[in-house]
């Protein structure tokens, strides 16, 4: 229940009754140990797999609501010991790409063998684009249907670093609810890959052949951080171009200096609709995990994630302080104003700026 | 003159006269007046191009005295409604790919066509490396003895975020004596070469080939930046390899997305060392400046640099006050070690944190 309702009910009481405080005081009390009782309850279904704890765990964590801060830290903290076990893919590509169809063959895939698979969008344009991701359920509607699957639609409308927070946090839930595998997916709006990529373990790049595809709609930056890319809909008339968007990534993958965790990024062909390919997909990751299980990079990349969602966190709320600073957001245009006009250099005008600031 | 010998001296001079005060104020406004003559003189110099001033105003700005503080921002205001004018071109490679034989021929082959060239370099590191970059003067023999060469060694110990400063701001004093032709030089280091490429209008990429250059050496991101890979040395036995690497790396340029500049990356070949190629690298950038300048491209491209220097400046400066609060160097790695223990989530402990520096 939003707090805001709840406020606003407490509110009609009292002056429905012209202020029993005592009462209202009591009642208070009640509910407090009411949500506590709740909590732990929540915590435990969630800690036992139950899908229902852990979706209203999801909702809680998403709330934005102040009353809710206390509870959440609770629900975090329980379940951060159990946290960590999982593999964590992250998959992006264009709309079109075939991606719900992609992951949720994989998805089954992994059921079929005894996995337990959550499925997370981060997609901070969802309120725009109205259920361009996950949100049409019917899309994954075998895959929803399977015991030990959890799909998650986003349905936030809040900056990506707030729903990379939420993601975030929703994958420690899903993980301390027993889910070993965790697919998260992104539509390639703004800096949202960079953020998938943060908290994953695996990034798969999802591609057409042809279609101009090599030339638009992937951003600067993502071929780089792909651990492979899949040409999916390597079907009938589509399976010759696939093939030479192969060879061509291939090369291009080739070009790039060598990644760090010893893992050379693949190209694989696939074709989802019709469930081929996925398999070797699954055995290039599984390889994958293996590799840098066992030289050390998989816990250095998780604790090298940690530390950049320490310091990222930090440093967004920093910059947020400074920009919504009443003086700096009047002042801002101005200074800029000077710099375009020669007036005043960058250093110069910062100087004044933060100076400002702190007045 | 440091001002640490300089306050020494006036110490010691307070200490043997046995405090006559007035007059050590008396030669201290003498010096001050002095010193303002000497900063018009100075900033008068740089503008009729004289090549001794535009030194000593590198020099001056690069000083981290505060009492230098009010004549490099005199200096610099001064000279900011003359700076702007120039192209200016960033050249990264690794060491040994011929960076200072390649700048030397086309910096010869500018000024012999009556350009201004002025060598300025990034490199972070120098104070370790002693001289690997431009320091070794004698490395640009021919060209630092042209009338209309200006080469500035660099020679700095200080962080990354210190040199960008300085090196912009030396670009601009560059600019305001008439020169009209920028070749900024950085060696790999870090993040040196988004830093280079932040402050140029073009980017320029040396390579090898062969050699495994390919797969190592070149940090990933810098070939999504490069206007132009130059593949240098291609003389004698390199030049079959050298054209092979042409081929693959022309393929591999048209991966990426497109330039919003309507600029397509090149590549080219050249023997920096028997001046072969040199031309077409300089006809290459001619053509670059006339479609940029005529699409407006250059213009928004200055801009937003612009804007990048006062945020980065900025958020530079929040984080730096942050991390160098005394309470959070002494926290911070408790912090960490919580956290890559499953006691605390990143998120709560950058909550914790920010908390703590503002007791």
Redesign the interface.
């Not at 080739?254 to 060598?258: G, I, L, Q, T, V």
């Not at 940690?306 to 320490?310: A, E, M, T």
């Given at each position: 229940m939003p707090s805001s309702k709840n406020k606003s009910a407490l509110q009609e009481k009292k002056s429905d009754s012209h202020s029993n405080l005592s009462a209202i005081s009591a009642e208070r009390i009640k509910s407090l140990r009411r949500e506590k009782k709740d909590i732990n309850e929540l915590i435990q279904g969630v800690l036992k797999g139950n899908k229902t704890a852990l979706s209203q765990a999801i909702t809680l964590i998403e709330s934005r609501s102040k009353r809710h801060t206390d509870d959440i830290?609770t629900v975090?903290?329980s379940c951060?010991?159990h946290?960590?076990k999982s593999l964590r893919i992250g998959i992006t590509g264009v709309p079109g790409v075939g991606k719900s169809t992609f992951i949720e063959q994989l998805g089954l895939r992994l059921t079929h063998e005894g996995h337990k698979v959550a499925v997370l969008a981060v997609d901070p344009s969802s309120s725009v684009s109205r259920g361009s991701i996950l949100g049409d359920k019917t899309r994954m509607e075998k895959l929803v249907q399977e015991p030990n699957a959890f799909i998650r639609p986003t349905a936030s409308s809040e900056s990506l670093g707030g729903v990379a927070?939420k993601t975030?946090?929703s994958i420690?839930l899903c993980e301390a609810a027993g889910f070993d595998i965790l697919l998260v997916e992104t539509v390639g709006v703004g800096q949202s890959e960079t953020t998938v990529h943060s908290m994953t373990d695996f990034f798969l790049l999802l591609k057409l052949a042809g279609a101009g595809d090599?030339?638009?709609?992937?951003?600067?930056?993502i071929?780089?951080m792909a651990d492979a890319i899949i040409i999916n809909k390597s079907d009938g008339e589509n399976i010759k171009p696939a093939k030479r968007a192969k060879v061509?990534?291939t090369?291009?993958l080739?070009?790039?200096?060598?990644k760090q965790n010893g893992w050379s990024p693949k190209v694989k062909l696939a074709s989802a609709l019709n469930n081929v390919g996925i398999e070797k997909v699954w055995t290039m990751i599984s390889k994958y995990a293996t590799i840098v299980k066992s030289n050390g990079f998989f816990e250095n990349k998780r604790?090298y994630q940690?530390?950049?969602?320490?310091t990222q966190?930090?440093?967004d709320?920093?910059?947020r302080e400074?920009y919504q600073n009443e003086t700096i957001k009047a002042e801002f245009p101005e200074?800029?104003k000077k710099?375009?006009s020669?007036?005043?250099?960058?250093?110069?005008?910062?100087?004044y700026?933060?100076k400002k600031a702190k007045l």
């Open positions: 830290k975090i903290s951060l010991p946290a960590n927070r975030r946090e420690l090599e030339l638009q709609g992937i951003k600067r930056g071929i780089e061509e990534f090369n291009a080739h070009m790039y200096p060598a604790a940690n530390q950049f969602w320490l966190t930090i440093e709320s920093l910059k400074f200074v800029l710099i375009q020669q007036q005043m250099s960058p250093f110069e005008a910062a100087d700026l933060l």
